[in-house]
């Protein structure tokens, strides 16, 4: 599928009446691995945004102020999101294993959050002096909240890789896992059984809905003018991903009982 994603030039137009199925794939691109300037991740963010405009209209504002439909899309965009497994990760980061490799799938990650903001950010300073601002900026938002939400996704599915803690189940179960684990900013414990029966259930919805608004509320920052909503929005995703890792990761540690081994350096006694 990430294959097919790449093939696609920015400026297609949607092959379905509600662009779903594209609204998935451009999460899907944005949170890949492939090397992307600002301008083409502009772009991208720029036809994502125009599509969300048009489901912001069908869903109404209430819907879209109670942080349901942001949730739903984000649900819906999680089969697109190219999640590697262990071998995979190893294969693209050739050397780093344990610790380290956890260290830079968080870096990779804070680079890409950092990067949406920034081009969020350079994307609304164009804008701010246009009359449709206010019409364009809610769905640049949600644009911007949903590719930052799939990247820490795509971070928490990889760190449970790295450290060992396999999702077992269907795609569509690992998926709503993984989403629940990020809503809760928790890690899995797949013998802890509520981990994974009550994803998505009634609590973890609401925690879903209120997470994303939350970081539908950070992405504000970027709507600053002359570039510095450029700045502020890299600088409090990078953060706010960084604490999202460090938090997950100490699960995952209390998981498997010990942290991993970084080569070259021997843990301390545990005693």
């Not at 081009?119 to 350079?122: L, N």
């Given at each position: 599928?990430?294959?097919?994603?790449?093939?696609?030039?920015?400026?297609?137009?949607p092959a379905?009446?509600?662009?779903?199925t594209?609204l998935?794939?451009?999460?899907?691109?944005?949170?890949g691995?492939?090397?992307?300037?600002r301008e083409?991740?502009?772009?991208?963010?720029?036809?994502?945004a125009?599509?969300?405009?048009?489901?912001?209209r069908?869903?109404?504002?209430?819907g879209v102020?109670?942080g349901?439909?942001?949730?739903?899309?984000?649900?819906e965009?999680?089969?697109?999101?190219p999640?590697r497994?262990l071998e995979?990760?190893?294969?693209?980061?050739?050397?780093?294993?344990?610790?380290e490799?956890?260290?830079?799938l968080?870096?990779v990650?804070?680079?890409?959050?950092?990067a949406?903001?920034a081009?969020?950010?350079?994307l609304?300073?164009v804008q701010?002096?246009?009359p449709?601002?206010l019409l364009?900026?809610p769905?640049?938002?949600?644009?911007?909240?949903?590719?930052?939400?799939?990247?820490?996704?795509?971070?928490i599915?990889?760190l449970h890789?790295?450290?060992?803690?396999?999702?077992?189940?269907?795609?569509?179960?690992?998926?709503?896992?993984f989403?629940?684990?990020?809503?809760?900013?928790?890690?899995?414990?797949?013998?802890?059984?509520?981990?994974?029966?009550?994803?998505?259930?009634?609590?973890s919805?609401?925690?879903?809905?209120?997470?994303m608004l939350r970081?539908?509320?950070r992405s504000?920052?970027?709507m600053?003018?002359?570039?510095?909503g450029?700045?502020a929005?890299a600088?409090?995703n990078?953060s706010?991903t960084r604490?999202?890792a460090?938090?997950?990761?100490?699960d995952?540690r209390?998981?498997?009982?010990v942290?991993l081994p970084?080569?070259?350096?021997q843990?301390?006694?545990?005693?």
């Open positions: 599928m990430s294959g097919e994603i790449e093939k696609r030039q920015d400026d297609v137009e379905h009446g509600d662009g779903s594209e998935g794939e451009l999460i899907g691109r944005l949170t691995d492939e090397d992307m300037d083409t991740r502009g772009r991208l963010l720029g036809r994502l125009r599509l969300l405009g048009q489901h912001a069908k869903v109404g504002a209430a102020a109670r349901r439909w942001l949730g739903d899309l984000l649900v965009a999680v089969p697109h999101i999640i497994d995979t990760l190893q294969a693209h980061h050739p050397g780093l294993l344990g610790e490799l956890a260290d830079k968080v870096k990650a804070g680079n890409g959050t950092t949406v903001g081009a969020g950010g350079a609304a300073a701010f002096t246009a449709p601002l364009t900026a769905a640049q938002l949600a644009a911007e909240t949903l590719v930052i939400a799939a990247i820490e996704v795509k971070m599915a990889e890789e790295v450290y060992g803690v396999r999702v077992e189940g269907s795609g569509t179960a690992r998926g709503a896992a989403v629940t684990s990020w809503a809760r900013q928790r890690g899995i414990n797949p013998l802890e059984t509520t981990s994974l029966t009550s994803a998505l259930g009634t609590a919805k609401a925690a879903l809905r209120k997470r970081t539908f509320g504000l920052g970027t600053g003018p002359f570039l510095t450029a700045a929005g600088a409090l990078r706010a604490a999202l460090l938090k997950v990761r100490n995952l209390e998981t498997v009982g942290p970084r080569p070259g350096h843990h301390p006694p545990l005693y």
